[in-house]
């Protein structure tokens, strides 16, 4: 015949059934990358350092108020620090003396919304000139009963009267 073919009839010849003689590797790969991530996730987790023992203080800690640092400003113009009230040319120098004592902190400055912007931005460049650095202004989310879930739509303002 002029092509061969090589046709084994199952009886033991040679030419049937011959063992692999490449390796899958394919489960392999799957395993060392599932071990891979293992480690990279897990390696952070396991570096320990050299074990020490840290020395004991009595000095108290800085920047831990143990009340959250609030500047209001009332409807009616008045400004209170925490529960305390206080005249506007007295703000700046108890504002430095609380962060003389409890450290730098956050200030969350409220201010009631009849307010004009122009007090608020006052106020806001009084507690910078006290020292402290960050200053937070603390707003009230709209109620969940507006529709959309968003915003509140603002009301249509009234045209203003001319004499």
Same mark, same amino acid.
């Given at each position: 015949?002029?092509?061969?073919?090589?046709?084994?009839?199952?009886?033991?010849? !040679?030419?049937?059934?011959?063992?692999?003689? =490449? &390796?899958?590797? +394919?489960?392999?790969?799957? /395993?060392?990358? *599932?071990?891979?991530?293992?480690?990279?996730?897990?390696?952070?987790?396991?570096?320990?350092?050299?074990?020490?023992?840290?020395?004991?203080?009595?000095?108290?800690?800085?920047?831990?108020?143990?009340?959250?640092?609030?500047?209001?400003?009332?409807?009616?113009?008045?400004?209170?620090?925490?529960?305390?009230?206080?005249?506007? !040319?007295?703000?700046?120098?108890?504002?430095? =003396? &609380?962060?003389? +004592?409890?450290?730098?902190? /956050?200030?969350? *400055?409220?201010?009631?919304?009849?307010?004009?912007?122009?007090?608020?931005?006052?106020?806001?460049?009084?507690?910078?000139?006290?020292?402290?650095?960050?200053?937070?202004?603390?707003?009230?989310?709209?109620?969940?009963?507006?529709?959309?879930?968003?915003?509140?739509?603002?009301?249509?303002?009234?045209?203003?009267?001319?004499?």
């Amino acid at each position: 015949m002029g092509m061969s073919a090589n046709v084994s009839s199952g009886d033991g010849e !040679e030419g049937g059934y011959r063992p692999m003689a =490449e &390796i899958n590797i +394919t489960p392999f790969v799957d /395993v060392m990358l *599932v071990l891979l991530i293992i480690f990279m996730v897990a390696a952070p987790l396991m570096v320990t350092g050299v074990p020490i023992e840290l020395p004991k203080t009595t000095a108290a800690k800085l920047g831990q108020s143990k009340k959250p640092m609030v500047v209001t400003l009332t409807a009616d113009g008045k400004l209170q620090i925490r529960n305390d009230f206080v005249t506007r !040319e007295a703000l700046v120098d108890k504002l430095r =003396e &609380i962060r003389a +004592t409890e450290g730098d902190a /956050v200030v969350y *400055v409220r201010a009631d919304k009849k307010n004009p912007y122009g007090e608020v931005m006052d106020l806001l460049g009084q507690v910078g000139q006290s020292g402290f650095a960050r200053v937070s202004l603390l707003s009230q989310q709209p109620s969940a009963g507006t529709a959309g879930g968003g915003p509140a739509p603002a009301a249509p303002a009234a045209p203003a009267a001319t004499p």
